[in-house]
T-cell receptor
């Protein structure tokens, strides 16, 4: 049981390049989330998904897109990277509270992204 | 708007001693959840303890306990018998019931001194 995994662990991009971050979970969770963590700040929600095929915006969605084609995977895309997107990105997953599961978010190890 | 404030950017404690980390939050919601997460140098976010707002009893997990004061909107974390492995950033987080967003504070860096 690997929990929540993220690929890659570290990436350097040039301004204007695109990339996709992959999050995978093996806990059969319905909900998945993408956060970013900047120095001196807590995590902030970018996008989230409440089930396969659904996505929704969080606090800071601009410049990002997401897709949830499979229940276990949640992809975060940067179409045209900017230096302001330099950050550590965390994926998380949780049960749907309506299912009776405990609504704790379980986090992946993070992806460090540097945009030059 | 939901805000979470951690007013202690850094704290230190001697090994085996007790330390309390402070957290206050602002919300108009009546039902919500509160969490403390630990982030060691590995960057992994680890859930330490959670509290449901409708429960009056303070949550406890081994050496970790909380003091939840709903009227004061305060949620402090007490770590007893501090260990070197407790050295980490600690984040307080708030989630309104039915929402899909954790609101985080800015964190407190705790150092346990041998």
């Amino acid at each position: 049981n690997a929990g929540v995994t993220q690929t890659p662990k570290f990436r350097v991009l040039k301004t204007g390049q695109s990339m996709t971050l992959l999050c995978a979970q093996d806990m059969n969770h319905e909900y998945m989330y993408w956060y970013r963590q900047d120095p001196g700040m807590g995590l902030r929600l970018i996008h989230y998904s409440v089930g396969e095929g659904t996505t929704a915006k969080g606090e800071v969605p601009d410049g990002y897109n997401v897709s949830r084609l499979k229940k276990q995977n949640f992809l975060l895309g940067l179409e045209s990277a900017a230096p302001s997107q330099t950050s550590v990105y965390f994926c998380a997953s949780s049960y749907d509270p309506a299912s009776g599961g405990i609504r704790n978010q379980y986090f992946g190890p993070g992806t460090r992204l540097l945009v030059l | 708007a939901q805000t979470v404030t951690q007013s202690q950017p850094e704290m230190s404690v001697q090994e085996a001693e007790t330390v309390t980390l402070s957290c206050t939050y602002d919300t108009s919601e009546s039902n919500y959840y509160l969490f403390w997460y630990k982030q060691p140098p590995s960057r992994q976010m680890i859930l330490v303890i959670r509290q449901e707002a409708y429960k009056q009893q303070n949550a406890t997990e081994n050496r970790f306990s909380v003091n939840f004061q709903k009227a004061a909107k305060s949620f402090s974390l007490k770590i007893s018998d501090s260990q070197l492995g407790d050295t980490a950033m600690y984040f307080c987080a708030f989630e309104p019931a039915g929402a899909n967003n954790l609101f985080f504070g800015t964190g407190t860096r705790l150092t346990v001194i041998p």
